[in-house]
Nanobody, 126 residues
Framework: QVQLVESGGGLVQAGGSLRLSCAAS????????MGWFRQAPGKEREFVAA????????YYEDSVKGRFTISRDNAKNTVYLQMNSLKPEDTAVYYC???????????????????WGQGTQVTVSS
C-alpha cells in the first residue's frame, strides 16, 4: 500500500502561482504513473494532469493546458503540480493519486487510480 501526502495549497490572488507537492511512500514509486485531480464544492472530482512512471509523458485537462505543469522526481518519491496564471475557477481541493497497475500508461479515469492523498485546498480570489 502507498501513502500519499499533498502540500503547498493556500490562498492566492487571480494570476498568481502555487506549487503543489505530493510525497509518496510504501511502494516502488518510480514504477507507477501519477495523477492530480481536483474537486470543487458541489462538483464531482475531475482530472487535472497525469504523468508517466518515467516522467517522459504528461497529459492535461484542457482548461489547465499551458498554465499547469506536472513533474516528478523519482529520487525523492515526489510528484509536483506547478500552477501558474491561476483563476478563481481553479479553486478546489487538489488530490494526488497513484495508478493501480505497474508500468501502466497514464490515465485520466478516477477508477484507474488505487491510492489517494488527503487533499490540499487551493483558493484563488478574484
Amino acid at each position: 500500500q502507498v501513502q500519499l501526502v499533498e502540500s503547498g495549497g493556500g490562498l492566492v490572488q487571480a494570476g498568481g502561482s502555487l506549487r503543489l507537492s505530493c510525497a509518496a511512500s510504501g511502494r516502488t514509486f518510480s514504477s507507477y504513473a501519477m495523477g492530480w485531480f481536483r474537486q470543487a464544492p458541489g462538483k464531482e472530482r475531475e482530472f487535472v494532469a497525469a504523468i508517466s512512471w518515467g516522467g517522459g509523458s504528461t497529459y492535461y485537462e484542457d482548461s489547465v493546458k499551458g498554465r499547469f505543469t506536472i513533474s516528478r522526481d523519482n529520487a525523492k518519491n515526489t510528484v509536483y503540480l506547478q500552477m501558474n496564471s491561476l483563476k478563481p475557477e481553479d479553486t478546489a481541493v487538489y488530490y494526488c493519486a497513484v495508478q493501480g497497475l505497474k508500468w501502466a500508461v497514464p490515465s485520466f479515469r478516477i477508477s484507474d487510480f488505487g491510492s489517494w492523498g488527503q487533499g490540499t485546498q487551493v483558493t484563488v480570489s478574484s
